[in-house]
């Protein structure tokens, strides 16, 4: 009898000892099995990027070529030989406009503050929409940065990117990738007017006949950032960092070294993947319309909470078009700016972790009462044996 007990004893520990494991196990299964795919299929964009590079004879002759694209109701991104670093030039003012844009918005600063000797106003117009070099340096010198390194130290706040991305020479020379100017211009975007007033108003009176603009101008609204310069070795650095405004925004990054007609390339890439864009609008809607077309599944415990996501449809910006009139830009505050919202990290299956709990408890307690009933005839048997 005793040893019975202590082997139900026993079975009893070794089932509390396996319970969490089993529903780690289970809650495990669950997140690796939902992660939600990305909605770019980068296998096609890739495809069609080596085409063109090829088509165009680029990527020879000293040639760079980078790309990044960011989709922004969903915050996917795909990039294209993006790690590539390449002097900024005056893609700069975009990320330390932002700096200060930040500190209107914290009312540390008006646009008739004067900093070294001008207005905030005057500086971020004329840096973002004449790129002028001279207002660009004042904003620097403001913000404690160098004028080689380009407070570049303080943007990557702008970036989920580790510091052990970037080169040294991103710090000191403002050596800039696609994959980080996309993140920035991506942040912009999704910040908006609330968290840096001004910069995209500004940036979408720039180079309205050039660059993207060649393409996309009256179609769509383009907030956009050129920077070229040519260093003493050679290399002719030519690049463009954009938000269309697409009926969902996208972010367009384009980085060239030693690429001719390079605004044309970049206007080609532009219209592209605007038009790409339309058809990710497409695919996510019919995303969403999927939940609500699926049958519910066998063996969901009834009054159980819906589980995250379900239910929910990204919001998506209309278009920031014309005045009703047609004529001007919409103001930056009627501007509907782009809705993303990070992915929460899936919680485990409720639906699965409850049944596979029952079942055990269930097992444990006809073990049991299969071991007592045995242990209660054995006494009987052997009280009985004693009477005799």
């Known amino acids: 009898m005793k040893r019975m007990a202590k082997t139900l004893l026993a079975l009893l520990l070794c089932m509390a000892l396996l319970l969490?494991?089993?529903?780690?196990?289970?809650?495990?299964?669950?997140?690796?099995?939902?992660?939600?795919?990305?909605?770019?299929?980068?296998?096609?964009?890739n495809q069609w990027m080596e085409e063109y590079i090829k088509s165009h004879n680029l990527g020879q002759n000293f040639q760079e070529f980078s790309v990044g694209f960011c989709y922004?109701?969903?915050?996917?991104?795909?990039?294209?030989?993006?790690?590539?670093?390449m002097y900024s030039?005056?893609?700069?003012?975009?990320?330390?406009?932002?700096?200060?844009?930040?500190?209107?918005?914290?009312?540390?600063?008006?646009?008739?503050?004067?900093?070294?000797?001008?207005?905030?106003?005057?500086?971020?117009?004329s840096a973002l929409v004449n790129s002028n070099n001279d207002s660009g340096h004042a904003m620097v010198d403001y913000l404690g940065g160098t004028y080689?390194?380009?407070?570049?130290?303080?943007?990557?706040?702008?970036?989920d990117l580790e510091r052990d991305y970037f080169p040294q020479d991103f710090f000191d020379y403002s050596y800039y990738s696609a994959r980080y100017m996309t993140q920035v211009m991506r942040t912009l975007c999704e910040g908006g007017e609330e968290r840096f007033p001004h910069v995209?108003?500004?940036?979408?009176?720039?180079?309205?006949?050039s660059y993207l603009n060649l393409s996309l101008g009256g179609k769509y609204d383009v907030a956009q950032k050129y920077g070229a310069f040519t260093e003493r070795n050679g290399n002719d650095n030519n690049h463009i960092a954009a938000i269309v405004y697409t009926p969902t925004p996208?972010?367009?990054?384009?980085?060239?070294?030693?690429v001719g007609d390079y605004q044309a390339r970049m206007a080609e890439i532009g219209a592209y993947l605007a038009d790409y864009?339309?058809?990710?609008?497409?695919?996510?809607?019919?995303?969403?319309?999927?939940?609500?077309?699926?049958?519910?599944?066998?063996?969901?415990?009834?009054?159980?909470?819906?589980?995250?996501?379900?239910?929910?449809?990204?919001?998506?910006?209309?278009?920031?078009?014309?005045?009703?009139?047609?004529?001007?830009?919409?103001?930056?505050?009627?501007r509907p700016q782009a809705a993303y919202t990070p992915?929460?990290?899936?919680?485990p299956d409720q639906a699965k972790l409850i049944p596979a709990l029952y079942i055990m408890m269930g097992g444990l307690l006809i073990w049991a009462f299969l071991v007592i009933r045995h242990a209660l005839r054995y006494r009987r048997a052997t009280a009985a044996s004693g009477r005799h």
């Open 277 to 334: 864009s339309l058809e990710l609008d497409e695919k996510l809607a019919e995303r969403e319309r999927q939940p609500e077309q699926q049958e519910p599944q066998p063996g969901l415990i009834p009054g159980l909470p819906a589980l995250p996501g379900e239910g929910e449809t990204p919001q998506q910006s209309a278009p920031a078009g014309q005045l009703p009139d047609g004529s001007g830009v919409q103001p930056a505050e009627q």
């Open 72 to 85: 922004t109701a969903t915050g996917d991104c795909w990039f294209y030989n993006a790690d590539k670093f």
């Open 343 to 347: 992915s929460a990290q899936p919680e």
């Open 200 to 209: 995209i108003e500004y940036l979408l009176t720039a180079q309205p006949d």
């Open 250 to 258: 996208i972010v367009v990054v384009v980085m060239t070294r030693n």
């Open 20 to 45: 969490p494991l089993q529903t780690a196990a289970l809650a495990e299964a669950h997140d690796t099995g939902t992660a939600q795919e990305s909605i770019i299929d980068e296998d096609a964009l």
């Open 89 to 125: 030039a005056s893609m700069y003012k975009v990320p330390v406009s932002m700096l200060l844009a930040e500190k209107e918005a914290a009312g540390e600063l008006t646009q008739d503050s004067r900093l070294e000797g001008y207005t905030l106003q005057y500086l971020e117009s």
């Open 148 to 159: 080689q390194g380009k407070c570049s130290d303080k943007t990557i706040q702008y970036t």
